[in-house]
DNA sequence: GACCAGGCACATC
DNA sequence: GATGTGCATGGT
């Protein structure tokens, strides 16, 4: 049993989940800002807010005053802070590459690009692989608390490990390839909601693990 | 009422 | 480098 035996599993009982919802690349951004230690419930209502009000380009976005912004983010929480996050990655995007399709074009290095997105405040290691994965289609694999979780409880991974040495893991450990990026980020995700919340502590109830306390042996 | 959610920056040791 | 805290809404 591998990462990709997990992967597989995953993929057969819960189906392709299609990640990132979102209809252009720069919604993305918005999305992966606002959904930072928030339910995606709430952001799809802070969106949807500013969809209703054509806000979802970049220039809008740069020409709504912060006051009226907080308004309308208020259901995604911290919104005083994400206003201001949201604001400056978005007057980044804009600065030095015009749009976020402007940015997806580009073509910089991966890891030249994830620096960038790193000395951007509000940005950070989860957000800016969100960034490159989904939005600007680039090979870099997600980690979230759900993957920490999960893996660690099934003894795959050291609980303590830092996000970069779980990220290069999980890279070095299946195929290079975007689509299974992609979905295998949003199959961890999708499982950590149904069955592998905080407080239960062997994800009970979970079809796949079921009976495993372990799913890699320590030899392999 | 307590706990949680698709993190991050900053202070402190 | 590890650990603790503030940020805030809405669901269970």
Redesign the pocket.
């Known amino acids: 049993m591998d990462l990709m035996d997990i992967y597989n599993r995953l993929l057969s009982h819960f189906g392709p989940q299609n990640?990132?919802?979102a209809e252009t690349p720069y919604e993305v951004v918005v999305?992966?800002i606002l959904?930072?230690?928030?339910?995606?419930?709430?952001v799809e209502?802070a969106i949807e807010n500013l969809r209703r009000n054509n806000l979802l380009e970049e220039r809008r976005i740069l020409d709504t005053p912060l006051k009226r912004l907080r308004e309308l983010i208020?259901?995604a929480?911290?919104?005083?802070?994400?206003s201001k996050r949201l604001k400056d990655v978005t007057a980044y995007i804009v600065d030095n590459y015009g749009s976020t399709e402007g940015l997806k074009r580009c073509n910089k290095d991966l890891y030249r690009l994830r620096e960038e997105l790193l000395s951007?405040?509000?940005?950070?290691?989860?957000?800016?692989d969100?960034i490159l994965l989904?939005s600007l289609e680039r090979p870099i694999f997600v980690v979230?608390?759900?993957t920490r979780r999960i893996f660690s409880r099934y003894g795959v991974i050291e609980g303590?490990l830092?996000y970069d040495s779980i990220r290069t893991f999980f890279e070095g450990s299946i195929p290079r390839d975007l689509e299974i990026y992609k979905e295998y980020h949003a199959l961890i995700?999708q499982l950590?909601?149904t069955f592998c919340?905080?407080?239960s502590p062997r994800c009970e109830g979970c079809p796949l693990f079921k009976g495993c306390k372990r799913l890699i042996s320590p030899e392999g």
């Open positions: 990640w990132w919802p999305g992966a959904t930072q230690n928030t339910s995606w419930r709430n209502r208020r259901p929480g911290f919104y005083n802070i994400k951007i405040k509000g940005v950070g290691r989860e957000t800016a969100t989904y979230d608390n759900y303590d830092d995700v950590g909601k919340k905080k407080r």
